[in-house]
């Protein structure tokens, strides 16, 4: 455990009035959704069993181009990210790992960084390479693209850039590389389309060959911003194309703020384990775009049925590649980044939950029968179903806190956080 933010052991604090509030939701839980112990015990396993990675970008206050108010007490460096993620993780016990974006968290003493992150329980998830923004000591810029551009000098940073940053992830034991590009262009005529893809195929495909064998690349889209006439790798079937050119260890990274509004996302979610090339996941909540905001805080239902595409991926034997990897990747314009982290989580998990809930067999046949009212009917129960009690079971059986965020408040933790930090302390990232 964390000293830093703990000086009450988490379930030492629960009063036992609480804990037997507790075990009587589970009661009436079991009873209104009539689960079996078998069937609940099933729920419980994989909940305490998933996990979502929290990017190392995502711990300060995020900000908007107008204005950036922190809340003070931000990591500083990625020692105090990573304690601020094992917090996290002690708290909700399904945040087990780190994303890194370099060069804004480039880990320096890998020796002393592997011992924190053991002593936090926690595991790097994926590396990120950032060739949207000229760093100072660069050569060349990426003002006009990186591995789409069309000067091959330019082309060859931005490659020579991404091995560098899989370098960074082996010494650390990651075995994944996550590439967005915001490569693109803002006029009709600026990007010979043809010529742009091909170009950052090339580009990936150099990549990819230099991964370690045992190294995954996520190919991430986008649809606008920062580029806003084109993207090279705007939708998701050109992901599909670029990661099928590149090999069986390339798939494709779902951002669910990356996507026009109205965008089926579930449907695009089992197309892509339909062709087994699912690899990772970007949680967030939109309400017009890439707006970076809490995970289900604007549409639950549409995380619930993406969920469910998940779910049933998983567990029909057919779908390739049912591994994926899953991330938050949010911004926190106001609310404390570590609150509005353990909402996410809650909040993915809760989606998850209702997701097991469903009773697949009975969808089936309704769907074989066109029974549209019954399929709906089925998909609704399950999502109107009250699981806060199940996760906070889960919760609790390994460790974790009945209230994360009651805890982190009365436990005066980013008070103390600002103590030790400052006020006005800044944390790398956008
Ligand atoms: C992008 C995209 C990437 C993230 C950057 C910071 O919009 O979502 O995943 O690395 O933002
Ligand atoms: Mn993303
Ligand atoms: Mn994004």
Redesign the pocket.
Same mark, same amino acid.
């Given at each position: 455990m964390n000293s830093a933010h703990m000086n009450t052991s988490i379930q030492e604090v629960i009063s036992d009035q609480d804990l037997a509030r507790h075990r009587e939701k589970i009661q009436s839980s079991k009873n209104l959704l009539a689960l079996e112990d078998a069937a609940f015990e099933r729920v419980i396993n994989k909940l305490e069993l998933f996990q979502v990675a929290i990017?190392s !970008?995502a711990l300060g206050t995020g900000g908007t181009r107008f204005g950036r108010f922190p809340a003070g007490g931000e990591p500083r460096n990625l020692e105090e990210k990573i304690e601020d993620v094992g917090l996290i993780h002690q708290l909700t016990r399904s945040a087990n790992s780190i994303s890194l /974006?370099i060069p804004w968290d480039i880990p320096r003493d890998i020796v002393a960084i592997e011992q924190l992150l053991l002593k936090n329980e926690l595991t790097i998830d994926s590396v $990120?390479s $950032?060739t949207?923004q000229d760093q100072q000591d660069q050569p060349y810029s990426y003002k006009f693209g990186s591995l789409c551009h069309t000067d091959d000098r330019i082309r060859k940073q931005a490659i020579d850039h991404n091995i560098e940053v899989v370098e960074h992830g082996v010494r650390l034991n990651s075995k994944v590389l996550?590439v !967005?590009l915001a490569d693109g262009s803002n006029f009709p005529g600026q990007h010979h389309f043809r010529k742009a893809y091909a170009r950052t195929l090339d580009s990936l495909q150099h990549i990819y060959k230099s991964m370690p064998v045992d190294w995954n690349m996520l190919i991430?889209y986008?649809p606008y911003?920062p580029s806003f006439y084109s993207m090279v790798i705007p939708d998701w079937g050109t992901s599909l194309q670029l990661s099928t050119e590149c090999g069986d260890r390339a798939n494709v &990274?779902v %951002?669910l703020? /990356?996507h026009l509004p109205n965008t089926n996302i579930e449907q695009i979610v089992g197309r892509l384990l339909h062709f087994g090339r699912l690899g990772g996941f970007?949680f967030n909540g939109s309400q017009y775009g890439?707006d %970076?905001l809490t995970t289900g805080a604007i549409k639950p239902y549409q995380l619930f049925l993406i969920f469910h595409e998940l779910v049933t991926g998983a567990n029909d034997v057919h779908v390739r590649n049912p591994t994926v990897a899953y991330m938050i %990747?949010a911004s926190h314009n106001l609310k404390d980044p570590i609150e509005d982290l353990i909402n996410s989580l809650e909040n993915i998990r809760t989606a998850y939950a209702k997701a097991l809930l469903v009773d697949f067999p009975a969808l089936e046949t309704a769907q074989q029968e066109n029974d549209v009212v019954r399929c709906e009917q089925i998909l609704q129960a399950a999502f109107q179903a009250d699981v806060r009690p199940l996760l906070a079971e889960a919760r609790l059986r390994t460790g974790g806190s009945l209230d994360p965020i009651d805890y982190f408040r009365s436990q005066k933790i980013r008070e103390k956080l600002i103590t030790m930090r400052g006020k006005k302390s800044v944390a790398t990232? &956008?």
């Open positions: 990017p !970008w /974006h $990120n $950032n949207f996550t !967005w991430e986008k911003e &990274l %951002d703020g /990356h970007h890439d %970076d %990747d990232g &956008l």
